[in-house]
């Protein structure tokens, strides 16, 4: 019946144990003041349920109440443990006799664990439990002997110590495995909150980069589209996701990004590349990519990471930097030029006013030529540095109706006929008169220039926005095709045989120093258009 009555005890000890611990990895954990009070007090609680479940044995009463005291002073330390020992001796003093035995064996054992406590502090909470039962089978057994306590029983007292030790046993275990357990949740907690953490911030900066960012699985599907392609391309993700790549690359572009990203796969090596993304609305941009493989633990390439950035503005302003180069360089060169023509241009010049003098039947046209021929190759002498201008308000439309007479001549033996068309009698800017006369001499030289049969020539005047005038020249002409159409205003670009290229690029410049722009579009042997925008004088 021993037996039973023992495991009954273990049964109701490991409960008692257990309630506690599950009831605490349910709630949140969070460390109570006072937790080394509470507990020896819910120890001193069992070890009271433990006494009274106690059973006698020719009159001596036992029971497993050192196990949670044994326990208590393992985990707890002295000080909780002399609170349940109390607990539980009071409890056996009022339930049963033989106090003597009792109070002296508790006396002893106190002692003997708050010193073994003392010494084991280094070593592990169940290491100490240990050593605390292998110190309480000593002064058991001492009490044995001293008070005579069935003696010759040595199989009741082996029983009684073996269900102590399974008592401790087991409570140290219910108690190392939750607070294993325990360890185990907070550190995921921890990982999970650094997870959260890390996601949330490459999240951050994947959605708020303007630049690209594209995954490529191994086979070179892209598995990742940064939310910033929304607002750069006009493409959803989704609707990117469930197309090919390549038909968003322009199609000069693609053999080059293939061979790439085969590159990538074979050596494993980061690689930088340029293409050109087609947007929603469909024109193409141009993007600077870096490729970055990601191994996998094989030592293959797992993915690839394509951070794409936008470089058309970057492009644009090369282009005005090399354009701005050539210009210096054209400037120079037209200087020199310029300056070889005056000198004899002054002498004939001179000659020509002399002989006026003396016949005064020379032609007054011819000496004017010679002056504006003089005023050009002054104005080419200036090109190169920055000129002082003489800005005056004007009518435009007189400078082009002045040209258009200069031009008339050589328009009627070309058969070409000048149309000019206004919606309002007067359109003052303020500019420089002989540079913009010589920008639209230029323009509809060009014009009839490639009107070889001859044909009408368009000018229109308009207004723009409100501050703002719009010149366009349209010809008849053979047109330019669409892929020269961005040479146009580069120096010494010209198709033609006796041309110099020098034209448009003096025409360019000229109107930015009007703070105005000036536009061609083309169609091959259909015409051109060019539209000058000018901003307009109050
Ligand atoms: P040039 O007239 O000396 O050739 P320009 O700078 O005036 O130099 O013009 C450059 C080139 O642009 C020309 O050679 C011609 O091919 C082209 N171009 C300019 N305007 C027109 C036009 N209205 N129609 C056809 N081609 C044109
Ligand atoms: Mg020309």
Same mark, same amino acid.
Not at 205 to 223: C, R
Not at 334 to 361: D, W
Not at 433 to 447: E, G, I, P, S, T
């Given at each position: 019946?021993?037996?039973?009555?023992?495991?009954?005890?273990?049964? @109701?000890?490991? +409960? /008692?144990?257990?309630?506690?611990?599950?009831?605490?990895?349910? #709630?949140?954990?969070? &460390? $109570?003041? !006072? *937790?080394?009070?509470?507990?020896?007090?819910?120890?001193?609680?069992?070890?009271? @349920?433990?006494? +009274? /479940?106690?059973?006698?044995?020719?009159?001596?009463?036992?029971? #497993?109440?050192?196990? &949670? $005291?044994? !326990? *208590?002073?393992?985990?707890?330390?002295?000080?909780?443990?002399?609170?349940?020992?109390?607990?539980? +001796? /009071?409890?056996?003093?009022?339930?049963?006799?033989?106090?003597?035995?009792?109070?002296?064996?508790?006396?002893?054992?106190?002692?003997?664990?708050?010193?073994?406590?003392?010494?084991?502090?280094?070593?592990?909470?169940?290491?100490?439990?240990?050593?605390?039962?292998?110190?309480?089978?000593?002064?058991?057994?001492?009490?044995?002997?001293?008070?005579?306590?069935?003696?010759?029983?040595?199989?009741?007292?082996?029983?009684?110590?073996?269900?102590?030790?399974?008592?401790?046993?087991?409570?140290?275990?219910?108690?190392?495995?939750?607070?294993?357990?325990?360890?185990?949740?907070?550190?995921?907690?921890?990982?999970?909150?650094?997870?959260?953490?890390?996601?949330?911030?490459?999240?951050?900066?994947?959605?708020?980069?303007?630049?690209?960012?594209?995954?490529?699985?191994?086979?070179?599907?892209?598995?990742?589209?940064?939310?910033?392609?929304?607002?750069?391309?006009?493409?959803?993700?989704?609707?990117?996701?469930?197309?090919?790549?390549?038909?968003?690359?322009?199609?000069?572009?693609?053999?080059?990004?293939?061979?790439?990203?085969?590159?990538?796969?074979?050596?494993?090596?980061?690689?930088?590349?340029?293409?050109?993304?087609?947007?929603?609305?469909?024109?193409?941009?141009?993007?600077?990519?870096?490729?970055?493989?990601?191994?996998?633990?094989?030592?293959?390439?797992?993915?690839?990471?394509?951070?794409?950035?936008?470089?058309?503005?970057?492009?644009?302003?090369?282009?005005?930097?090399?354009?701005?180069?050539?210009?210096?360089?054209?400037?120079?060169?037209?200087?020199?030029?310029?300056?070889?023509?005056?000198?004899?241009?002054?002498?004939?010049?001179?000659?020509?006013?002399?002989?006026?003098?003396?016949?005064?039947?020379?032609?007054?046209?011819?000496?004017?030529?010679?002056?504006?021929?003089?005023?050009?190759?002054?104005?080419?002498?200036?090109?190169?540095?920055?000129?002082?201008?003489?800005?005056?308000?004007?009518?435009?439309?007189?400078?082009?109706?002045?040209?258009?007479?200069?031009?008339?001549?050589?328009?009627?033996?070309?058969?070409?006929?000048?149309?000019?068309?206004?919606?309002?009698?007067?359109?003052?800017?303020?500019?420089?008169?002989?540079?913009?006369?010589?920008?639209?001499?230029?323009?509809?030289?060009?014009?009839?220039?490639?009107?070889?049969?001859?044909?009408?020539?368009?000018?229109?005047?308009?207004?723009?926005?409100?501050?703002?005038?719009?010149?366009?020249?349209?010809?008849?002409?053979?047109?330019?095709?669409?892929?020269?159409?961005?040479?146009?205003?580069?120096?010494?670009?010209?198709?033609?045989?006796?041309?110099?290229?020098?034209?448009?690029?003096?025409?360019?410049?000229?109107?930015?120093?009007?703070?105005?722009?000036?536009?061609?579009?083309?169609?091959?042997?259909?015409?051109?258009?060019?539209?000058?925008?000018?901003?307009?004088?109050?």
């Amino acid at each position: 019946m021993i037996l039973l009555d023992y495991i009954v005890n273990l049964a @109701i000890f490991s +409960l /008692l144990v257990s309630t506690p611990l599950v009831i605490f990895s349910f #709630i949140k954990f969070r &460390p $109570i003041k !006072l *937790i080394r009070l509470w507990s020896s007090l819910y120890a001193g609680v069992v070890s009271v @349920i433990l006494v +009274l /479940l106690s059973f006698q044995q020719q009159g001596y009463s036992y029971d #497993i109440r050192y196990a &949670p $005291i044994i !326990l *208590i002073f393992a985990y707890l330390g002295p000080a909780a443990g002399l609170i349940t020992g109390l607990i539980s +001796l /009071l409890t056996r003093l009022l339930t049963s006799g033989h106090w003597y035995p009792a109070i002296i064996g508790w006396g002893f054992l106190m002692i003997g664990f708050s010193v073994i406590y003392f010494y084991t502090k280094r070593l592990t909470a169940i290491k100490r439990s240990f050593i605390l039962f292998a110190a309480y089978i000593v002064i058991y057994g001492i009490t044995v002997f001293t008070f005579n306590i069935l003696v010759d029983n040595p199989i009741f007292h082996i029983q009684y110590i073996l269900f102590v030790m399974l008592g401790v046993i087991i409570g140290a275990l219910l108690i190392e495995s939750y607070m294993k357990l325990h360890r185990l949740n907070t550190r995921l907690t921890d990982i999970y909150r650094m997870v959260e953490a890390s996601e949330s911030k490459y999240r951050l900066i994947a959605e708020n980069t303007s630049d690209l960012i594209m995954v490529m699985d191994e086979k070179q599907a892209v598995s990742y589209f940064s939310p910033s392609h929304e607002i750069v391309l006009g493409f959803q993700c989704c609707e990117l996701e469930s197309l090919e790549l390549c038909k968003f690359i322009h199609p000069d572009d693609v053999k080059g990004f293939r061979s790439t990203i085969k590159l990538m796969f074979d050596n494993k090596e980061s690689q930088s590349m340029e293409f050109r993304l087609k947007h929603k609305e469909g024109h193409w941009i141009e993007f600077e990519s870096r490729c970055v493989p990601v191994k996998r633990e094989n030592e293959l390439i797992g993915n690839i990471v394509i951070i794409s950035r936008d470089i058309s503005e970057r492009k644009q302003a090369e282009e005005i930097l090399l354009r701005s180069e050539k210009l210096s360089i054209v400037g120079e060169l037209a200087a020199g030029v310029a300056h070889e023509i005056r000198n004899p241009l002054t002498t004939l010049k001179g000659f020509m006013q002399l002989y006026k003098k003396e016949n005064s039947s020379i032609d007054e046209l011819l000496l004017n030529e010679l002056g504006r021929i003089e005023t050009i190759t002054s104005q080419l002498l200036t090109l190169g540095k920055p000129q002082a201008m003489q800005l005056i308000r004007t009518n435009i439309l007189e400078i082009i109706e002045g040209t258009l007479e200069l031009l008339a001549p050589e328009a009627l033996m070309s058969n070409i006929q000048f149309k000019l068309d206004y919606e309002e009698p007067s359109y003052f800017i303020t500019c420089e008169r002989n540079q913009l006369k010589q920008v639209f001499l230029n323009l509809l030289k060009n014009a009839m220039e490639a009107m070889k049969d001859g044909g009408e020539i368009q000018i229109n005047l308009r207004r723009g926005s409100e501050d703002e005038c719009i010149i366009s020249v349209q010809d008849q002409g053979c047109g330019i095709p669409e892929e020269l159409l961005p040479r146009l205003g580069e120096p010494f670009y010209t198709l033609k045989e006796k041309g110099t290229g020098l034209g448009l690029m003096i025409s360019h410049k000229i109107i930015k120093q009007h703070q105005g722009s000036i536009t061609f579009t083309s169609k091959e042997n259909a015409g051109t258009k060019v539209e000058i925008k000018l901003p307009t004088a109050s």
